[in-house]
């Protein structure tokens, strides 16, 4: 029986070929096994490079024991973690600097961020991790980059809109993205990537003078559909709604819990995706509270407060759970 491989699949072929570092060869055998047409014809293939794709990620797993630490990781703290990118002074640590406690180190002159660098950015009754990262540009891009972004919850794209160059800016990091499967239409089970949603294109330095017209140009002569955020570092225009933004896109809710007969807990909320249930808040909380939980009650989403509902309810954010046992 023919393969009928599609051209998606030649395309990540030709990527693993490409690839160097074992980081962009999983990637590119992740999108192989992705975009591969699921038939007895391929069955043989799928084998191939589910045994590829296995044996890469050991080897990936022990390289990471026994090298050095890698400078490019950083652990996820907060309700989820967003990496910026972008070229030179385009204002990714003023940004950082200026909705986070960090104090990354701030610079008229290119590439002063030589390393990730995290700060925790506070909004409402939770906090969010954002990475500054290195910068890029169409001749260099830090090695370790693609992994750090990958590995990241979604993305802060930054283009300077006070440079005449900001179209080409915006083109050329959106290609990596999507060359690198950094973002990707199509992540699916065992695939990483984050699909474009979950990136956000922020016009920064909106306070010059020629910004306007180049946020336009941008919008105008862009990818079509896409959204372009101003903000400034300077004046702050935009870093309010900015941080709602993330919390959005981040596609994350709240729910508190209380104790029968007490106050809930609203200070410490667990984090959750959109759509997770009684069940998952249960599994979250302990690994044996599915097994225990005799019923469940809800303030918030429900018709009424204090309603009992089954374990596949569908949680809001702010909603308030109280479990028996």
């Known amino acids: ?63 990471s024991k026994t090298a050095r630490i890698d400078p490019f990781f950083i652990e996820k703290q907060g309700a989820g973690q967003v990496a910026l990118v972008g070229f030179p ?12 406690r960090a104090r990354p180190k701030i610079a008229g002159y290119p590439f002063s961020t030589t390393v990730p660098l995290a700060g925790m950015m506070p909004y409402e009754d939770i906090y969010i991790q954002l990475v500054d990262t290195p910068p890029i540009t169409q001749e260099i891009v830090p090695p370790g980059l693609a992994g750090a972004l990958r590995n990241a919850d979604a993305l ?32 699916a089970l065992n695939t990483r990537g984050i699909p474009p949603g979950r ?41 309010e709604a900015l941080k709602e933004k993330i919390f959005t896109i981040l596609g994350i809710i709240r729910v508190y819990t209380k104790v029968p007969g007490k106050e809930p807990d609203l200070k410490t909320p667990f984090i959750l995706q959109q759509g997770s249930t009684i069940q998952e808040l249960a ?33 809001q954010d702010r909603d308030i759970v109280e479990i028996t046992q």
């Open 156 to 187: 802060l794209v930054l283009v300077d809109a006070g440079s005449d160059e900001c179209l080409e800016q915006l083109e050329f990091c959106l290609k990596y993205l999507n060359d690198k499967k950094i973002v990707r239409d199509d992540a």
């Open 199 to 239: 990136r956000l294109v922020l016009a920064t330095r909106a306070d010059m003078p020629n910004s306007s017209d180049n946020i336009e140009i941008m919008r105008e002569l862009g990818p079509a559909g896409l959204e372009i955020y101003p903000v400034s570092a300077v004046t702050g225009v935009g870093l």
């Open 89 to 100: 002074n385009t204002g990714k640590s003023a940004l950082v600097g200026a909705v986070t």
């Open 283 to 315: 599994v979250s909380i302990h690994r044996d509270l599915p097994r225990l939980m005799k019923n469940a009650r809800i303030w918030g989403s429900a018709r009424f407060e204090g309603q009992s509902v089954m374990r596949d309810y569908v949680l």
């Open 1 to 63: 029986m023919p393969a009928n491989l599609t051209p998606q699949y030649y395309d990540a072929e030709e990527s693993y070929k490409k690839a160097v570092t074992v980081e962009e060869k999983i990637a590119a055998l992740e999108e192989m096994l992705a975009v591969i047409p699921k038939h007895k014809g391929t069955e043989k293939m799928q084998a191939d490079l589910k045994k590829r794709l296995s044996k890469l990620r050991e080897e990936g797993q022990k390289k």
